[in-house]
């Protein structure tokens, strides 16, 4: 699956080069505030818990074609992390139970400039599955000291997801931008008949913030 988008990506980029001169690629990197929504809720089928915000990376390269003078697409390769973060809410000691997801993201984004170095942008995201699980974080203050435990859940987990993004970026510096982003995930990450209840569901969210280049 991996090759597969690679060679795509690269495709698009070479008939992009071959075929028009106003082609435009680039990289971008940053931080995202990771959450997932979901059904039912941890408190109603695992312990009490307050749902925290997840700082995750991502990185990706992205290819620009204008449609006009001043729309067009934008498709992008990333490696995104997802997740979520919850502390147990019912213990003396730093308990953190967090479920991770290592995204590879194929967003198709229509593009449109309403004034000079802005671009506003939303469309489609196609996500494959890395890798999944949880793990849970125990911060004992006496001796000070930090306790891991983590699963892979990666048989109990969707490989594919649907999402929708929506951002905008800012030019500066001629090549750089910076940029903002929200993610919203439509698929349910847990499949039926896993380690978790039947019923639930649960979908990604993410709010990107970091910078790009043209190169």
């Known amino acids: ?10 495709a698009v980029m070479a008939a992009g080069v071959a075929f028009t001169m106003d082609l435009s690629y680039g ?18 089928w695992g312990p009490p818990t307050d749902d925290k915000m997840a700082i995750k990376f991502y990185t990706g390269l992205w290819v620009q074609y204008p449609l ?9 390769l990333n490696y995104v992390q997802k997740g979520d973060k919850n502390k147990y809410s ?4 730093d308990i953190w139970f967090n479920f991770y997801g290592n995204f590879l993201e194929l967003p198709v984004l229509f593009y449109y400039v309403p004034m000079e170095k802005m671009t506003l942008y939303a469309g489609p995201a196609f996500g494959y599955l890395l890798k ?17 435990m983590g699963y892979d859940m990666g048989e109990f987990l969707n490989r ?11 030019q500066f ?11 919203l995930g439509f698929s349910n990450l847990f499949k039926d008949e896993s380690m978790f209840p039947d019923e639930l569901k649960g979908k990604t969210r993410t709010f990107s913030f970091g910078i790009g280049v043209q190169l």
């Open 1 to 10: 699956m991996k090759r597969v988008v690679l060679l795509f990506l690269v």
């Open 27 to 44: 990289v971008r990197t940053g931080l995202s505030l990771a959450s997932m929504s979901l059904d039912p809720e941890l408190d109603e």
């Open 68 to 76: 006009g003078e001043n729309m067009g697409l934008i498709a992008e």
């Open 90 to 93: 019912d213990t003396s000691d």
């Open 132 to 148: 999944g699980g949880y793990m849970q974080v125990v911060d004992i203050p006496d001796p000070e000291m930090t306790q891991y």
């Open 160 to 170: 594919f997801e649907l999402s929708a993004a929506i951002g905008a970026r800012y």
């Open 173 to 183: 510096a001629g090549r750089y931008f910076g940029e903002l982003r929200y993610t």
